[in-house]
């Protein structure tokens, strides 16, 4: 016999520990330490009878295989939830949970600073459905409360905020959407799991774009929803209603990269710690939005509820022109251009502020570029940022 894998989760193992061991059954594999790669549509049955009485644990590709279920079970391990499902892409999994918990007639409230696909579900998809979407200050939480008057299906949040880094008080709003009778859902993309874990804080419906940490390694696209209860059964059903499958080889990537997990966002905190640093002393810069800098924007709600920080970040420039911008962006040398983040390089985009806000304002002479932060070392980062903002702004 092999070890049985320590059920982590109820032994309140520390979560590096989790990582390790979350998901591993070798008994199950003749003791090879990970799963097999299933790659599967039909699974046999012994007889008819078998397809009557589906009792045998696989019945279908789609439905599940030892290769997904090790993935749900490592996630799991994280988020401490009863129920995960795996989608094809972080934004399939928003979709897939937004899409669960409404019906015609429904109302929704998203924070304003969420991820902009979320923000065109609910104002394209779920509009043709009949449910309608209020966009609130997520500082506001007056302004929450206003809107809970309307009865209200499902609170949408994202913290810190898509491209502007807000950090609401995240139990505060899950406390006022429960006494309302609303489901909350947090998109959970920032601080992963491991630094902040929603359904602790109250939180019913927690996302994951696993394409950006859990993957780490820009080369896969997946998303994870997780909860408990009855809402986690309707994302259940609306997963599978949906066919939202998603192939084999990019699930053992993503099991793969969260194994790293730990340790990848410790230096992508570190990283972002030091460059933050130097880019809130440089007069070029005007903000630096990182809620894990001291005296940044969120910082103190971060530091009450977050156990860390990963690497990506705002920068903001006043009184430039756009031009300006574009060329302190297309000098950078070792920040690729390109959306994702969470993988292993840095990466620098131009945010698009101020579009992309309904019930808030963004100053129109406050431009917003979005850093991630890599595993390079972070005196190359310094070195490049300073000679592509000298280059671009001291002229
Ligand atoms: C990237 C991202 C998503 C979507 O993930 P994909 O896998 O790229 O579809 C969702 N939410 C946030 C906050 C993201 O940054």
Redesign the pocket.
Known sequence: MYKKPADAHQAKLAPATRIAHGGLDPSAFHGFVNPPVVHASTVLYPDIQGTIDRTQPYTYGSSGTPTTDALRALVLELEEAEDCVLTP???AA?ACALAALVKPGDHVIVLDNV?F?TRKFCDGFLTRFGVTTTYVDPLDHGAVAAALEMPTAVVFL?APG?QTFEVPDIPHLATMAREAGATTIM?N??ATPLYFQPIAHGIDISIQ?A??YFGGHSDL???TVSGNGEPMAKVRAAWQDLGLHVGPEDVFLTMRGIRTLDVRMERHARNARIVSEWLSGNPLVHRVLYPALPGAPGHEMWKRDFKGASGLLGITFKDRTREEVIRFIDGLALFGIGY?WGGFESLATLAPMPSLRSATTWPEDEAVVRLHIGLEDPGDLIADLDNSLKAAFAA
């Open positions: 892409t972080g934004r928003n991820y696909p994202e898509s998109d993309t920032w774009s394409t950006k696209l997946m998303g994702s």
